[in-house]
């Protein structure tokens, strides 16, 4: 991973990581047999499509005016173990790999972050570690309510 010399370089970076994303759970909705777990990768999708348009219409105004407020980390999806893209994917293997995918993704951006020292490059990475770092509290939420409950 180069470091990045302008904001430019950072938005592009981002709204390819983004694109990326949104293209993986799209396919993986496509895949998949369960509806409940269609839907979900679906609403995953079309919030990663959110981040790609986010990340377009990024300014220097709207990064001093994002809320940084610290998201909660449940660590629930650190401590299970991969599981393989399959058509019959259950529910909860769905919400594994996608805690899976938002963890690598919080990760890069912030592996990012450390390598520059411009405020502004850090201000954009951290916004978007912030942004993926919400999309697993919430599947970290959701696993807690509806696998671990049921155990
Ligand atoms: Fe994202
Ligand atoms: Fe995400």
Avoid: C, W
């Avoid at 396919?27 to 609403?43: D, F, G, I, N």
């Avoid at 998201?71 to 893209?85: A, C, S």
């Amino acid at each position: 991973m180069d470091s990045f010399k302008t904001l430019q370089d950072v938005i592009t970076f981002a709204i390819g990581k983004e694109e990326a994303a949104y293209q993986l759970y799209s396919t993986t909705a496509q895949r998949v047999q369960s509806p409940a777990a269609r839907k979900m990768l679906e609403e995953m999708a079309s919030q990663e499509l959110g981040h790609k348009r986010m990340m377009e219409a990024m300014t220097k105004e709207k990064l001093a005016s994002y809320d940084f407020t610290r998201v909660p980390d449940l660590k629930i999806g650190n401590y299970l173990l991969d599981v393989d893209v399959t058509e019959d994917m259950s529910f909860r293997d769905v919400l594994v790999f996608a805690m899976k995918s938002e963890e690598a993704a919080y990760q890069l951006y912030t592996a990012a972050e450390n390598l520059s020292d411009d405020p502004e490059i850090k201000g954009v990475l951290r916004l978007m570690a912030t942004e993926e770092k919400k999309h697993k509290y919430y599947l970290e939420t959701m696993y807690d309510d509806k696998v671990l409950a049921e155990m």
